[in-house]
Antibody, heavy 130, light 109 residues
């Protein structure tokens, strides 16, 4: 069964840290760009971060840059999100998601993900409150 | 950063009617537009990629169109199961940045 399963969420105080994990199964994990996307309760979707197949390229939303770090371990078929200096507005369900196209590169040999997500995990809830 | 504005916020229509959802970008989109459907308690489901291509398993009543700053998701004949929130999304390359619209809620009368 092809699936993504997140873990690591919980309640944390402002200024605290959490590390989220996303474990993949049933897919050739290292073929795909992977991303974290969050959704605050009752709100819309917000892209957080993405990582290339080989950890070479990472990208972040301005709202988390300098505080969050994305990484992956292809041997463990997992991606991670280290979240530091957490704020109340980081409260959300955090989903990991798979890019639709494996092995996508541009004419310069750089990764060129489609950034259309065809597989999502159920998410893990992060609550930042005192 | 490109801002995506979706309208209307809510659309209330009867089964069989045509739904037209708008997604307007604050500047020309150089990559492509994506649409998702999200039902209550569920994760988003990819509907349309590259502006007009249906994802695997998506019924033909869903179609996407548009260019530059104006994009549309059309549901040609609404079914009761189409009740959901629909989000548009775009991304820019180098640096990679991705934004979502605020969503349109489709209600079936």
């Amino acid at each position: 069964q092809v699936q993504l399963v997140e873990s690591g969420g919980g309640l944390v105080r402002p200024g605290g840290s959490l590390r989220l994990s996303c474990a993949a199964s049933g897919l050739t994990f290292n073929d795909y760009y992977m991303s974290w996307i969050r959704q605050a309760p009752g709100k819309g979707l917000e892209w957080v971060s993405s990582i290339s197949r080989s950890n070479s390229y990472t990208n972040y939303a301005d709202s988390v840059k300098g505080r969050f770090t994305i990484s992956r371990d292809n041997a463990k078929k997992s991606i991670y999100l280290q979240m530091n200096s957490l704020r109340a507005d980081d409260t959300a369900v955090y989903h990991c998601a798979r890019d639709r196209i494996p092995y996508s590169y541009d004419s310069h040999g750089r990764p060129s993900p489609s950034m259309a997500f065809d597989l999502w995990g159920q998410g893990t809830m992060v609550t930042v409150a005192s | 950063e490109i801002v995506l504005t979706q309208s209307p916020a809510t659309l209330s229509l009867s089964p069989g009617e045509r739904a037209t959802l708008s997604c307007r970008a604050s500047q020309t989109i150089t990559s492509s537009l994506v649409w998702y459907q999200q039902k209550p308690g569920q994760v988003p489901r990819l509907l349309i990629y590259d502006t007009s291509n249906r994802a695997a398993g998506i019924p033909a009543r869903f179609s996407g169109s548009g260019s530059e700053t104006d994009f549309t998701l059309t549901i040609s004949s609404l079914e009761p199961e189409d009740s959901a929130v629909y989000f548009c999304q775009q991304h820019s390359k180098w640096p990679l940045l991705l934004t979502f619209g605020g969503g349109t809620k489709v209600e079936i009368k």
